[in-house]
């Protein structure tokens, strides 16, 4: 049988984060530890919903929207269908985001080629003419 509680040692060896990450994801309110003294004490609601807001970063999503997501599937009146429509939904409208940063940054990078083009085409000109 798996544990039911763990520590925020345990947990950020497992997913191999800072204590510091875990207590601002307590900050924010995505974990909600117990506590004995001033140990906090994380149940598997917890555990997952650490783990969820830590993929949705990998995504890069914003923090609105990890906790959108994050609360979506705690509230147990949203049917799976519906979580997994709003999920698809984020994930399009990043996707489209990331989508048009590439095209920028590949122009951006067309432009520095052209730029270095130019300025190596100048240099050897100038190189040749002081001979």
């Not at 947990?11 to 909600?32: A, K, N």
């Not at 709003?86 to 985001?97: C, N, Q, S």
């Amino acid at each position: 049988m798996s544990q039911a509680t763990w520590t925020i040692t345990e947990l950020s060896h497992e997913f191999g984060v800072t204590p510091r990450t875990i207590r601002f994801y307590e900050d924010q309110g995505i974990v909600t530890p117990a506590r004995e003294g001033r140990r906090r004490i994380y149940v598997t609601r917890d555990r997952t919903r650490l783990k969820l807001a830590l993929r949705g970063r990998r995504l890069g999503l914003q923090l609105a929207e990890i906790l959108t997501l994050i609360n979506l599937y705690d509230h147990t009146s949203a049917s799976s269908t519906t979580q997994l429509h709003h999920y698809a939904e984020v994930l399009a409208a990043h996707r489209g985001k990331l989508e048009q940063q590439r095209r920028d940054l590949d122009e951006t990078l067309k432009e520095i080629c052209r730029q270095q083009a130019d300025c190596d085409q100048q240099l050897k000109a100038r190189e040749a003419t002081s001979r």
